[in-house]
């Protein structure tokens, strides 16, 4: 995957932040889910064995075919979250 694709997938946290159409949260979980599975499936091969199983979690919390509704409060701090984690371990998912 090209870390432009990280990128923009961390834009799209940062803009989940602010209040926005249902469509654009439904377009987030798609493009998110996918890069964390993405970075999951890189990475399930590799000696590190946290950075597979973070990636499978949010990948989960991200799923757009079984979602998970919470209140827009907790959302914003696990948009943060991954935000964070997704740009931190940018090299570990970009190709």
Request: charge should be positive; glycine fraction near 4%; avoid cysteine.
């Amino acid at each position: 995957m090209p870390v432009q694709v990280v990128y923009i997938t961390a834009i799209l946290l940062f803009v989940a932040i602010f209040p926005l159409p249902l469509e654009f949260y439904s377009f987030l979980r798609v493009v998110a889910g996918g890069t964390f599975a993405w970075g999951a499936y890189r990475n399930f091969g590799k000696k590190l064995f946290l950075l597979p199983v973070v990636y499978s979690i949010f990948a989960i919390v991200f799923n757009p075919i079984m979602e998970i509704n919470l209140a827009r409060e907790f959302w914003i701090p696990i948009d943060l979250v991954a935000l964070v984690i997704l740009l931190a371990t940018k090299n570990h998912i970009a190709e």
